[in-house]
């Protein structure tokens, strides 16, 4: 059981720049989420969705897309590398969202630096 | 809004003596409530969850946290630290002023001295 597989594990981009952040999970769950960790900020919502092709904002989605074609899959793409996007960023799963949160997973984290 | 503070950015204790990691909560209705353990380079993972059951809760590894409704606090411990302890920790709120969404704390690296 994999649980949820990020990739890569590090990446360096130059200013300007786009990538796509792989995540993918095989545990079924409909509930997906990006954060980005800073120092001291403990981990931000980026985007997330709550099943396949159901997407919504987080608390800084700005410079990030994101899409959901499967429920194994949640990509989440820079479409023009910054400076400020240097993070390390976690993808999650969890079985839902609802009265009674369930336990969220947590990819192994890719570091991102754009210079 | 819901918010979590942690009320320690470090903390170091000595190997074998107790663990006390602070946290204080805001929720408008009753949350729920997480510890999660990050060890270097690493991705997190949950420690203990309270879902409004019983308000003292046991994890793994040893650790347990009490849900004080009344100090709106849900700090961790653990009677006697490892070095493998040593690592950062993340108090999560969630519920439904956040709409369910997780809402981290900013963190405590807990550094455990031999």
């Known amino acids: 059981n994999a649980g949820v597989t990020q990739t890569p594990k590090f990446q360096v981009l130059k200013t300007g720049q786009s990538m796509t952040l792989q995540c993918a999970q095989d545990m079924n769950h409909e509930y997906m989420s990006w954060y980005r960790q800073d120092p001291g900020m403990g981990l931000r919502l980026i985007h997330y969705?709550?099943?396949?092709?159901?997407?919504d904002q987080g608390e800084v989605p700005n410079g990030y897309n994101v899409s959901r074609s499967t429920t194994e899959d949640f990509p989440l793409r820079l479409l023009s590398a910054a400076p400020s996007q240097t993070s390390v960023y976690f993808c999650?799963?969890?079985?839902?969202?609802?009265?009674?949160?369930?336990?969220?997973?947590f990819g192994q984290g890719t570091r991102l630096t754009v210079v | 809004a819901q918010s979590v503070t942690q009320l320690d950015s470090h903390v170091s204790v000595s190997e074998g003596t107790p663990v006390l990691l602070r946290c204080n909560y805001s929720s408008s209705y009753s949350p729920s409530l997480f510890w999660y353990v990050q060890h270097p380079n690493k991705g997190l993972q949950l420690l203990l969850k309270?879902?409004?059951?019983?308000?003292l809760v046991k994890g793994i590894n040893g650790f347990e946290a009490e849900f004080k409704k009344s100090e709106t606090s849900f700090h961790l411990t653990k009677p006697s630290a490892h070095m493998s302890d040593a690592a950062e920790y993340f108090c999560?709120?969630?519920?439904?002023?956040?709409?369910?969404?997780?809402?981290f704390g900013s963190g405590t690296r807990l550094l455990v001295r031999p």
């Open positions: 309270y879902t409004s059951a019983a308000t």
């Open positions: 999560v709120v969630s519920g439904r002023d956040s709409s369910y969404k997780l809402i």
């Open positions: 969705s709550v099943g396949a092709g159901i997407t």
């Open positions: 999650a799963s969890s079985y839902g969202q609802g009265l009674m949160n369930t336990e969220a997973f």
